[in-house]
């Protein structure tokens, strides 16, 4: 076998965000499937990963797994660089940063729940956003407003309670096999 | 129930915040709320203001002959009229406030009205 000429170490942290990411991969793919009454109103079932990975792993591998998912997902359901993957990515953008933010909330009394809601939020503020802005610039997009928050608030707390429920009955271990 | 257990104090303020959120949106981006009358107009006068409860059938007579309007309960629509390209017609039923349809030829109008008035009018 030939030396290769640049090594690449990989980290027992590349090969934990490489499995979280094709989990949240996965769950996208099952989002994809379920079909919805409108477009834009989707569990977002990949959450659940964000929500764990950020309260066990922390923000940073929360971003990685996050961008991943974003770009994986969407080569596989064929939307990369379409419209689609602009709205997710500031969806994405936007929940991240409210995450990195909220995750300060006092931990007693805000959990996974807490977090999973304002970032379903976020998701949907930051899609509205970039509709609004680019893909149809009128203040029509708003209309849906009231259905998108409502689901985001069904969703957000569904996936949060669901993230609660995993965090609480696996026990932290360093390397998820 | 296990599930419950899993909310915090906290999770519960943030659910009724965005509970809240949601409610609040609801009057702010539907504004000029439910379809609350129907004004229909000839030459420019209101002929009839009528209130969305009601089904009724309204036959509005201008220079071309009678415009047939319809009225049910939140919606209403032109069901027929002498004019030649039928565009009122064909415009279906109006539902949001602001909705107008016009029937120009025969100056017969049918406007849909909310309790706070948004637009002067829209049309498709």
């Known amino acids: 076998m030939t030396q290769s000429v640049t090594e690449l170490t990989v980290t027992p942290e590349d090969r934990r965000v490489a499995w979280l990411a ?32 950020l309260l066990r792993y922390g923000w940073g591998t929360a971003v990685w797994v996050s961008v991943l998912r974003v770009l994986a997902g969407s080569l596989l359901l064929g939307y990369f660089l379409a419209p689609g993957f602009f709205l997710s990515l500031s969806g994405t953008t936007l929940s991240l940063l409210t995450l990195g933010a909220a995750r300060h ?6 959990g996974p729940v807490s977090l999973s809601i304002l970032a379903a939020f976020a998701h949907i503020g930051g899609q509205l956003l970039l509709a609004r802005l680019w893909l149809i610039p009128h203040d029509g997009v708003f209309l849906l407003t009231p259905v998108f928050a409502g689901a985001a608030l069904v969703f957000g707390t569904i996936n949060g309670l669901i993230a609660a429920k995993l965090l609480a009955d696996t026990p932290a271990t360093d390397s998820p096999r | 129930m296990r599930w419950l257990a899993l909310f915090r104090p906290g999770d519960w303020l943030i ?29 420019g006068q209101v002929f009839a203001d009528i209130d969305l409860k009601t089904r009724k059938q309204i036959e509005v007579p201008g220079p071309l002959g009678n415009t047939l309007i319809a009225v049910e309960p939140g919606r209403a629509r032109v069901v027929s009229d002498p004019g030649p390209r039928q565009y009122c017609v064909k415009q279906g039923w109006l539902m949001r406030p602001g909705e107008i349809a016009i029937c120009a030829p025969n100056r017969v109008s049918v406007q849909i009205t909310g309790r706070t008035k948004v637009y002067d009018s829209i049309s498709y």
């Open chain 1, 22 to 53: 094709t989990a949240a991969v996965g769950l996208s793919l099952v989002d994809a499937a379920i079909p919805s009454p409108l477009p834009g109103v989707k569990p977002g079932l990949a959450n659940i990963i964000t929500l764990v990975v």
């Open chain 1, 105 to 110: 909330l006092p931990v007693r009394w805000f």
């Open chain 2, 15 to 43: 659910l009724l915040g965005g509970g809240a959120l949601v409610g609040l949106s609801i009057p702010m981006f539907w504004q000029g709320g439910l379809a609350d009358r129907a004004i229909i107009r000839q030459e």
